[in-house]
Structure formats: structure tokens, C-alpha cells
């Protein structure tokens, strides 16, 4: 058993929000009880303890979607390339990069990702991985490194048709080999969903395909409307917008989720609530990629369920935050909008998402939930309750205020040190796998 204590307890826990001086018992894989510190020690004295020397003691943070393949991509020019649309830094890095992307690279950008999880405090992904050079075996491999460094996953692979029909057909089979794999372990802390690109790689021929090799094992994970490239080519190729052709393609639902949703209308926004298909915005890549804000006000407001990701740009979930809110009011040139809806995002409504894929509740600490629980160094010089716990988060912490990380019950990282995980090792095999990527991509050794 562990107890986590001496420090403030962030539950989100309706039931019992605040704890001023609490403790998290945990046994097994699941939280047994929150509560007093004092009431804990006394009931618990031989558990194992936890010291959150005086921090914040909160839930683990959910990622709902980030992609693995773009890992070893930190510092890396590509020769010649100078994007200067959507489409150009689709074709010029991420595509030419997964496109060389072997098993071992596939598995060092998992490992490369997940380190930086855990040190931010991210306990789940919902991952959307693409690596053409070798298709066969990629979730499997990204499962292996999930299942080693202790790290919750639901996975998908990206199906698209850029690269012809034999590596999509390939794609297709091995969502449908690890999704029907996943429906045989039935491990809460691996699950697999059905992924798809964009829709402008995709013909409905292939939505067909899709779904029937799915054959209802899970749902749908696809980026839709990132760009204006999903809606012209709807348009112009289907007669319809992006949500309408997944709708008619039978991809939507309550276990789909839909990446990014920029250009979407607000009959668009009426479908996605009414069949429960849920979304999740990415502030900082569409910044970072000059593809608009996504209307995810509006969303919510129409009573859409919409997460909170990184599509990679980060895997600090508190930064993402941070981005969620000026993003959103710089866009609708209002300071007082996006707050309580940021705050929704993240430990509401990605715990919503995860509960569609996993058994134990997530996001919360309460007896019964998965044991995935972080603390976070947070000395305060003003006054810090349950009721402006919120405001301390949003200007006050980042990920790398994360001391310690625990899923499902395994101590992960302990006081800013990797616990069973031998990270030297990994970043040495790590650079080597790096090193041959970046060769392959610019034609030089590194």
C-alpha cells in the first residue's frame, strides 16, 4: 500500500473537492481512500509513504491526443524545406519524417515521449501514430514501451491514402489486428481506437473499408477540418461538408473522437451532439501551424464534449491550458471568456473521454478510481483554498512542476528521479535511432 501525503489535495471529487492537509491511500491499482493526513498515518501505518513535501497532491493529467511519431523530431531541420502553408508542412516534415520511420524509430519516439509524460505529469494518451516506412507491428512496438515504462495508452494508427493503396491497406489491418488484440486482453491500461487522417486522404471507398474491418470493436479517432484542405476537398469531391461525409460513412458516434475541428459549421457542431461524438482541441499546434482557432466555445456551449490534446506540440498539458484560454479570448477579443470552459476541457471533459475507452475513472481522486495520482511542487506566496485552486493551476504551475507520478499504483518518478527506468539507457538508444532518422531525412551523418 501507498500514501501519498502532507501537502493539498486536489481531488476533483465533487463529492469532496479540498483537502488543506490530506493524504491518498492507495492499494493495488486503485485508490482505497482520501482523506485527513493524520487519519490516514494512523489507519495506514505501514504503508509505504509518499512525501509531497507540502505540494499539491493532484490526479494524473490526460493527454486526448498527441501523436508518438513526431518524438525524435525535437531540433531537426529538414534540408529544402520551408513550409509556408498547411499542406506544404504536412508534405515537407511530417509526412517525409513517418515516412522514414522503421520499428526501432517508432519505438524510440514512444520512449522519447513517454519519458516526457511522466515528467509532466501526464498519466494517459490518446495517441494517433503514423510511420509509413514500416506499417506492421507499429502499435505493438508503441505498445511494448507503454506496457514498460507503466504509462496508460489508447492507440490508434493512421489510415490515409497518400502514400497508395497497399501501405493503406496495411494501415487498415493493423488498426484491426490491435484493436482485435486489445478486445482480447481487455488491459485497462492499453485500449485501441480505429484512426484515420484527414479526410481529404481518404475516400469514402476506404471509410468502407474501415468500418468494415472495425466491425464495431471500437470507435473512430480522425483529424477533421484542421484545415480548409477537409472542407474544400468535402465540397468540391462529396458534395457535403467534412462531419456530414463521416456521418454518412457511419464513422461517427459515442466512442469516436474527432482531432482539431477548426472550419466546422454550426449544423456541423448540431451533428457532432446529437450522435455524441466527442472532439478535442489542440490550441498550440494550430497556432503553431496558422490554421485558425477552433470554435470550441461554441462547441461546448451546443453540448459537444470537448477534450483538451497537444497533437504533440507539447506533451505538457498545463501549457496547453495556459494557450487554451488566450487563444480563445484574443480570438473573440473578449478577456473574460474561456476560463471555466478550460478548466472543463481538461479535468472534466478528458476524463469523460477516457471513461468511453477505459474501465476505472480517471481524472479523479476518489476510492474505486485507477491509481494514477501526481504530485506538484507549488510553494505559494498568496492564499491558496479549494476555491481558487483552479486560478493557481492556470497562472501558476507547469509540468515541470511535477515531483512525482504514479499510475495505477506503480511509483513512476519519485522527487524528480525515474524509478525502475533506466532513462540514461533509453536516451543513449534513443539518440542512435535519432541519429539514423535525421541521416535518412537530410542525406548526412549526425
Given at each position: 500500500m501507498l500514501l501519498i501525503g502532507n501537502g493539498r489535495v486536489l481531488t476533483r471529487d465533487p463529492d469532496h473537492p479540498y483537502w488543506p492537509d490530506g493524504a491518498v491511500a492507495v492499494e493495488g491499482e486503485v485508490i482505497a481512500e482520501v482523506g485527513e493526513r493524520g487519519a490516514l498515518r494512523a489507519k495506514y501505518p505501514d504503508a509505504e509513504w509518499i512525501d509531497a513535501r507540502g505540494g499539491i497532491v493532484m490526479p494524473g493529467l490526460i493527454n486526448a491526443h498527441t501523436h508518438i511519431y513526431s518524438g525524435l523530431a525535437r531540433g531537426l531541420a529538414i534540408e529544402g524545406n520551408n513550409p509556408t502553408n498547411f499542406l506544404e508542412i504536412l508534405e515537407g516534415t511530417w509526412w517525409n519524417i513517418d515516412r522514414h520511420l522503421t520499428l526501432?524509430?517508432?519505438?524510440?519516439?514512444?520512449?522519447?515521449?513517454?519519458?516526457?509524460?511522466?515528467?509532466?505529469?501526464?498519466?494517459?494518451?490518446?495517441?494517433?501514430?503514423?510511420?509509413?516506412?514500416?506499417?506492421?507491428?507499429?502499435?505493438?512496438?508503441?505498445?511494448?514501451?507503454?506496457?514498460?515504462?507503466?504509462?496508460?495508452?489508447?492507440?490508434?494508427?493512421?489510415v490515409s491514402e497518400r502514400d497508395g493503396a497497399e501501405k493503406c491497406d496495411e494501415a487498415i489491418r493493423e488498426n484491426a489486428e490491435f484493436a482485435r488484440w486489445a478486445v482480447r486482453e481487455d488491459d485497462d491500461m492499453i485500449r485501441a481506437m480505429f484512426g484515420g487522417h484527414a479526410l481529404f486522404t481518404l475516400s469514402d471507398r476506404t471509410f468502407e473499408k474501415m468500418v468494415r474491418a472495425n466491425d464495431g470493436m471500437t470507435g473512430f479517432h480522425i483529424h477533421v477540418a484542421?484545415?480548409?484542405?477537409?472542407?474544400?476537398?468535402?465540397?468540391?469531391?462529396?458534395?457535403?461538408?467534412?462531419?456530414?461525409?463521416?456521418?454518412y460513412n457511419g464513422i461517427l458516434g459515442e466512442r469516436t473522437l474527432l482531432g482539431h475541428c477548426?472550419?466546422?459549421?454550426?449544423?456541423?457542431?448540431?451533428?457532432?451532439?446529437?450522435?455524441?461524438?466527442?472532439?478535442?482541441?489542440?490550441?498550440?499546434?494550430?497556432?503553431?501551424?496558422?490554421?485558425?482557432?477552433?470554435?470550441?466555445?461554441?462547441?461546448?456551449?451546443?453540448?459537444?464534449?470537448?477534450?483538451?490534446?497537444?497533437?504533440?506540440?507539447?506533451?505538457?498539458?498545463?501549457?496547453?491550458?495556459?494557450?487554451?484560454?488566450?487563444?480563445?479570448?484574443?480570438?473573440?477579443?473578449?478577456?473574460?471568456?474561456g476560463w471555466g470552459e478550460a478548466m472543463t476541457m481538461l479535468f472534466e471533459n478528458n476524463a469523460k473521454i477516457a471513461a468511453r475507452y477505459f474501465k476505472k475513472p480517471l481524472g479523479v481522486l476518489k476510492p474505486g478510481a485507477a491509481a494514477d495520482v501526481i504530485v506538484m511542487d507549488y510553494p505559494t506566496f498568496t492564499p491558496l483554498s479549494g476555491e481558487n485552486a483552479d486560478g493557481h493551476i492556470l497562472f501558476g504551475m507547469m509540468g515541470r512542476s511535477c515531483r512525482t507520478t504514479i499510475v495505477n499504483g506503480r511509483v513512476l518518478y519519485r522527487d524528480r528521479q525515474f524509478v525502475d527506468i533506466d532513462e540514461a539507457r533509453l536516451n543513449a538508444w534513443t539518440l542512435e535511432q535519432s541519429r539514423k532518422l535525421w541521416g535518412e531525412l537530410n542525406h548526412r551523418a549526425y
Open positions: 526501432p524509430m517508432t519505438r524510440a519516439s514512444a520512449y522519447a515521449t513517454l519519458l516526457e509524460c511522466i515528467r509532466d505529469g501526464v498519466t494517459t494518451i490518446f495517441d494517433h501514430h503514423a510511420s509509413f516506412c514500416e506499417i506492421p507491428g507499429s502499435l505493438f512496438a508503441i505498445r511494448d514501451a507503454a506496457k514498460e515504462l507503466g504509462v496508460r495508452a489508447c492507440l490508434c494508427y493512421e484542421e484545415g480548409m484542405n477537409d472542407v474544400y476537398d468535402s465540397l468540391r469531391n462529396y458534395g457535403c461538408r467534412p462531419v456530414n461525409r463521416l456521418l477548426i472550419h466546422v459549421s454550426p449544423a456541423e457542431m448540431d451533428i457532432l451532439r446529437e450522435t455524441g461524438t466527442m472532439c478535442v482541441n489542440n490550441p498550440e499546434s494550430n497556432m503553431g501551424n496558422a490554421v485558425g482557432c477552433a470554435p470550441a466555445l461554441q462547441m461546448l456551449q451546443r453540448g459537444v464534449t470537448v477534450g483538451l490534446g497537444t497533437d504533440a506540440y507539447t506533451h505538457d498539458m498545463l501549457e496547453s491550458l495556459k494557450v487554451f484560454l488566450l487563444i480563445q479570448r484574443h480570438n473573440a477579443a473578449l478577456p473574460n471568456v
